[in-house]
């Protein structure tokens, strides 16, 4: 996968030995255009280097990067295993360590990758994220194996293209989704990052085939520059979008002369998307981007490497005012953010919260999690969603409509007939993301022991607010239509005539 959100950390310059003038030249301009961003123009000049017979520490690095944020993960393999090789006396850096593990894993190695997470976990420490949550890897790789197979009709859709095709939201039976697709134009652009033309929304039938129409979203959602990753209100109003920072038919930058990726507002004028502006909590020198909204649509969640966060990329969440005003970014904390990358969300109707990471247990490069979010948008246990939506690349963008079981996600895995492809499934078991009891219930009289059979029966929540009342009378038991969360309490109340009523509070099992 080569767009979204990405940080990285900060390079020191280039110790140049007794190298020839041309080759410090040749460095200095791919060090510029690597802490730019421009990786496919700093891979070349790296490259160029290198043949001449310079390598560094550094240079390994940068170019063991450049393939790496492209997700060519078997070209920067080599140049990781020369670094481990050859300057491994020189202890490089704890990310370079993950980096090369991630590497290893794509290409099948998987005992290599596994002591180059454990060397990474060593130098972090363990108090990091990934240190925690591979205290559990073997519990982990159970939970992915018993997740794995629940899925049927994996396909390619038959409108993707040769080019990057990613990202999907349905609405009113058409999808929306991005795409670098080649339109014609006779100036198409590249994006430096990744030598691919520049992306813009597409929308097509959600059952189309090959001789379905792909339209080009119309109105000022067309830039010269990225757009991607839509999402559009219920009445169909209002679109969010990513896009790289561009309004009023002008490009903007920042300090260091970098376009980032915001989130933007669009209106359904007549079909067209029209009076585009820039969200308030979007922020200058740092990446927004990939929004989701709730089911009630008063939140926002996306995807941000901005300040306050635990690394890479962190997903956020933000309040929407009635009035269409947008509140404060909050973090979403380490139930769910890692030292590496959270990117790409999507809340369901039924408010489960499905997600990409690569700083979690997982078959390689980003893999789709999932978990169920309470009415504070807390997250439960984490799970993997399992094979064959995730494999050893990298997979994301996950769409699922909770009714139909029908979904969509996007990968750049082989057999493509692109960079990255999108491909659609169907869901033939439910991940379980709660953990969920019953609570079956024996009415006795205190004195003779004698078993209750007509008796009316509250069932409250630990605050007293009522959930049901059941009169139900089967095998002994009073049943619920009520599901008991494990570790939560509820409140009984039991009543029948001629007898005191019975107040009690019951507490499940974690």
């Not at 990939?290 to 939140?299: G, I, M």
């Not at 309040?319 to 947008?326: D, E, K, L, T, V």
Request: charged share 25%; proline share 2%.
């Amino acid at each position: 996968m080569k767009k979204g959100i990405y940080t990285l950390a900060l390079f020191t310059a280039f110790l140049l030995g007794n190298t020839d003038v041309q080759a410090q030249a040749g460095l200095k301009k791919a060090n510029k255009e690597h802490d730019q961003w421009a990786y496919i123009d700093a891979m070349n000049i790296y490259e160029k280097v290198a043949k001449r017979g310079y390598v560094s520490k550094d240079l390994l690095e940068k170019l063991g990067d450049a393939y790496y944020f492209n997700a060519r993960y078997a070209e920067a393999e080599k140049h990781y295993e020369r670094l481990f090789t050859e300057y491994a006396s020189e202890a490089p850096a704890s990310e370079y360590y993950y980096r090369y593990a991630q590497t290893l894993q794509h290409t099948g190695k998987e005992a290599e990758a596994k002591n180059y997470y454990n060397q990474f976990v060593s130098k972090a420490g363990s108090n990091t994220q990934i240190a925690q949550i591979r205290k559990n890897e073997a519990q982990l790789k159970a939970q992915i194996q018993e997740n794995s197979g629940r899925y049927d009709q994996v396909n390619n859709l038959a409108t993707n293209t040769q080019f990057a095709d990613y990202g999907s939201y349905v609405h009113n039976n058409q999808l929306y989704f991005t795409s670098a697709r080649d339109t014609g134009s006779l100036h198409k652009r590249e994006h430096t990052w990744t030598g691919n033309a520049f992306t813009s929304l597409y929308s097509v039938a959600s059952t189309a085939t090959k001789d379905d129409k792909v339209t080009r979203l119309k109105g000022k959602v067309k830039s010269p520059l990225n757009e991607s990753t839509a999402v559009i209100t219920k009445d169909g109003n209002t679109m969010y979008f990513t896009r790289n920072n561009y309004i009023n038919n002008e490009r903007k930058y920042d300090s260091n002369k970098n376009t980032n990726l915001k989130i933007y507002r669009a209106e359904n004028v007549n079909g067209k998307w029209e009076n585009v502006t820039e969200l308030s909590f979007n922020m200058d020198g740092y990446n927004t981007a990939h929004p989701t909204l709730s089911q009630d649509e008063a939140t926002m969640y996306f995807s941000s490497d901005r300040p306050g966060g635990f690394g890479g990329s962190d997903l956020w969440q933000v309040a929407i005012h009635p009035s269409g005003a947008f509140g404060g970014p909050v973090n979403m904390g380490s139930g769910i953010n890692t030292e590496m990358r959270e990117t790409f969300p999507y809340v369901t109707e039924t408010g489960e919260l499905y997600f990409s990471s690569d700083g979690r247990v997982g078959l390689g490069g980003l893999d789709v999690y999932a978990t169920k979010l309470d009415r504070n948008s807390n997250p439960g246990e984490i799970h993997n969603v399992g094979a064959p939506i995730n494999s050893n690349a990298d997979d994301f963008a996950y769409y699922i409509d909770p009714a139909t079981k029908q979904g969509f996600f996007s990968s750049n895995r082989d057999g493509g007939k692109g960079n990255d492809d999108i491909y659609s499934f169907y869901e033939t078991k439910p991940l379980q993301l709660e953990c969920i009891q019953k609570l079956l219930l024996t009415v006795v009289d205190s004195k003779t022991r004698n078993i209750i059979t007509d008796a009316n029966v509250t069932l409250y929540d630990k605050l007293y607010n009522q959930l049901e009342t059941s009169n139900r009378y089967e095998n002994n038991t009073y049943t619920f239509n009520n599901e008991f969360k494990c570790g939560e309490g509820y409140r009984l109340k039991v009543e029948k005539n001629e007898y005191t009523t019975k107040e009690d509070f019951v507490q499940m099992n974690k």
